[in-house]
């Protein structure tokens, strides 16, 4: 809802649109206590708010760009895509406590519903235990300051959009500890056909996120990889240029497989491509080949 009336207001300022908000509960909210990963993974938090589109009840979708699929219905497209906000990851601990990551006791438990945190948690600090955390941020923090867990780890966005960013404890360095594909980003969804939508919301549109999470997202669809499966992956933009990191990870956290190039911010497709063949022929194929024939549900430690 904070995201949506960020566009709102944005749209009312620089468009002179008149925007109404409306609430739409996704799976994903249904089902807050269930993995990503039994409830289905990718669409959980769209798939509602696309079929609100499509019916006609709404004219634009705001979402985190993170939980978009790379596959969209050809009806539906992303028509502008804001200024990202910080891509990383934080760790957030109970109030007061100022440790990092590396200063954590052994044995701490580290709360996470996402694979790819947990995996990378666990390669970075094999000695600590993940535990499965879903809910939203405020759900989750009640839960860390009641002791259900020792440390969150979350996005670094979405606790600065409420404000709530001084409970950070570490911003986790970014192409070490690579976030999800488009995290930071937000998408704005609209029908293909609704020409007025269109022209309302291309402005709101960044270039340079624009062509970095291009990147990002095609790297996904190259490995076949959903957008809840532990890959990390992050494009800086800077004049001109594109630099990509991207890493696949062993749900166990026993084998990172990384890898980086640099190319044409007009070309992210190519960019994507080149670090998806380095990828793969460093085995990130067998990782997620393993990954596809494995059930769901938290790997074995």
Excluded at 17 to 22: F, K, Q, T
Excluded at 122 to 144: I, Q, S, W, Y
Excluded at 186 to 204: E, F, K, N
Excluded at 256 to 280: F, K, M, N, S, Y
Aim: glycine share 10%; proline share 6%; net charge positive.
């Amino acid at each position: 809802m904070i995201q949506s009336r960020q566009v709102a207001a944005a749209l009312e300022a620089g468009a002179g649109a008149r925007v109404s908000l409306h609430a739409i509960r996704t799976r994903g909210d249904e089902q807050a206590d269930a993995s990503l990963a039994r409830i289905g993974g990718e669409g959980v938090f769209t798939g509602a708010l696309d079929g609100a589109l499509l019916d006609g009840e709404v004219d634009v979708a705001v979402h985190s760009l993170k939980d978009v699929p790379t596959r969209m219905t050809s009806r539906l497209c992303v028509a502008a895509t804001p200024a990202r906000e910080d891509p990383r990851d934080a760790l957030v601990l109970p109030l007061g406590d100022e440790r990092t990551l590396a200063t954590l006791p052994a044995g701490s438990r580290i709360g996470t519903g996402s694979q790819r945190r947990a995996a990378l948690a666990r390669a970075f600090r094999p000695d600590c235990a993940v535990v499965p955390m879903r809910g939203n941020v405020d759900t989750r923090l009640v839960k860390l300051d009641r002791g259900d867990c020792d440390a969150l780890l979350l996005a670094a966005a979405g606790l600065g959009r409420m404000g709530l960013l001084n409970r950070a404890s570490e911003l986790l360095e970014r192409t070490a500890w690579l976030p999800a594909a488009g995290q930071g980003a937000l998408a704005v969804v609209v029908r293909r056909d609704d020409a007025r939508a269109r022209r309302l919301t291309a402005s709101l549109d960044d270039r340079p996120t624009r062509q970095a999470v291009r990147a990002e997202r095609e790297l996904l669809r190259l490995l076949g990889a959903g957008c809840h499966l532990p890959v990390g992956v992050l494009g800086l933009p800077y004049p001109g240029g594109l630099r990509l990191w991207a890493m696949v990870l062993s749900p166990h956290g026993r084998r990172v497989i990384r890898a980086d190039r640099t190319g044409r911010q007009a070309e992210p497709e190519r960019l994507a491509a080149e670090v998806a063949t380095v990828l793969l022929g460093r085995g990130a194929g067998e990782i997620l080949a393993e990954l596809s024939r494995a059930p769901a549900g938290p790997p074995v430690p």
